[in-house]
Nanobody
Framework: QVQLVESGGGLVQAGGSLRLSCAASGRTFSSYAMAWFRQAPGKEREFVAV????????HYADFVKGRFTISRDNAKNTVYLQMDSLKPEDTAVYYC?????????????WGQGTQVTVSS
């Protein structure tokens, strides 16, 4: 079992930065793939970034490549999303999720979400 709690969201101007954190509890955190998704009002939840259990493999959605960086610290049971050069269209609730191998919208473990608002 994995429990996830996100933090770090807030209001920022376009071009600014935020770092989201996702704290996980559970004995096997280091063996899970971790991902960030986001959901804007009136839109479906969409994939943002994923990091494999070892931290050596990452993958990003095209719309965040070069701006967002996902990382993890297994010793702290935490995954991060560094968001730079933020745009108003990045406004959404950001969720972290976990799964054994592949993280999808159907994965079993989700946090409660943290709001990110980017003003123009």
């Amino acid at each position: 079992q994995v429990q996830l709690v996100e933090s770090g969201g807030g209001l920022v101007q376009a071009g600014g930065s935020l770092r989201l954190s996702c704290a996980a509890s559970g004995r096997t955190f280091s063996s899970y793939a971790m991902a960030w998704f986001r959901q804007a009002p009136g839109k479906e939840r969409e994939f943002v970034a994923v990091i494999r259990w070892s931290g050596g493999s990452t993958h990003y959605a095209d719309f965040v490549k070069g701006r967002f960086t996902i990382s993890r610290d297994n010793a702290k049971n935490t995954v991060y999303l560094q968001m730079d050069s933020l745009k108003p269209e990045d406004t959404a609730v950001y969720y972290c999720a976990a799964d054994r191998v592949v993280v999808t919208k159907e994965s079993p473990y989700w946090g409660q979400g943290t709001q990110v608002t980017v003003s123009s």
